[in-house]
């Protein structure tokens, strides 16, 4: 699919149904003013890429179920395939910005200008996952960022991205090489940063360069 927009519907884009299965490839994919902006129900074994999206979830309180169900992404708990999305923008009103279900979803690049109530609601029982790579997650840090029994659901690395006040780094599945909205960096000495949102960040030790006395080039 290529330079797609949809707007205005309950569910922008569905993905698979208890017949059909598709893998493919979407470049340049737009969803407006959707409660549910991307369904995902079943995926074929080569997955699906969604590259450069631009997604909007409005919380639409005037029609029946349009606001408690409003979602940027959600997945249906018997989907058992991965969705990888790069370099997407997520804005709205959304009620919660992800909801996994089953399967996989994994995030590269993202920007939530919006997250809703929560960033990510989650089932342990379904055993979905949401990853996060490189993004930017516009989460209040007084907020919950997940539901506390999901929280293992969630890997955020190299993110943007606050636990909020009721988690810490240890309760996530991953929770590594993440900056805070307002980090406060402690000078740790030379070798290490402590932030706000993650753990200590140590980097790797320069290894001494043997220097040799001789000439390896004489006779």
Wanted: avoid cysteine; proline fraction near 5%; charged fraction near 20%.
């Amino acid at each position: 699919m290529f330079n797609n927009f949809h707007f205005g519907s309950h569910i922008g884009t569905v993905f698979g149904s208890d017949q059909t299965a598709p893998s493919g490839l979407a470049l340049g994919h737009g969803i407006d003013a959707a409660v549910i902006a991307l369904q995902f129900n079943k995926i074929g074994s080569e997955g699906f890429d969604l590259i450069g999206s631009q997604i909007v979830s409005l919380r639409q309180g005037h029609v029946e179920r349009g606001d408690r169900e409003a979602r940027y992404i959600q997945t249906a708990p018997g989907f058992d395939g991965r969705a990888t999305m790069f370099s997407a923008d997520f804005w709205g009103n959304p009620y919660y910005s992800v909801e996994v279900g089953g399967g996989t979803v994994h995030l590269q690049l993202a920007r939530f200008f919006q997250s809703g109530q929560r960033f990510l609601e989650a089932n342990p029982r379904d055993g979905g996952r949401l990853r996060v790579s490189g993004s930017s997650v516009n989460a209040p840090g007084d907020r919950i960022l997940v539901n506390e029994n999901g929280a293992r659901q969630l890997e955020a690395e190299f993110s943007i991205i606050d636990t909020g006040d009721r988690l810490s780094a240890g309760n996530f599945g991953r929770f590594y090489g993440n900056l805070s909205h307002n980090p406060k960096i402690q000078d740790q000495g030379r070798n290490t940063l402590r932030t706000t949102a993650n753990e200590s960040i140590v980097p790797p030790q320069r290894q001494p360069v043997e220097r040799r006395t001789d000439n390896p080039f004489a006779n």
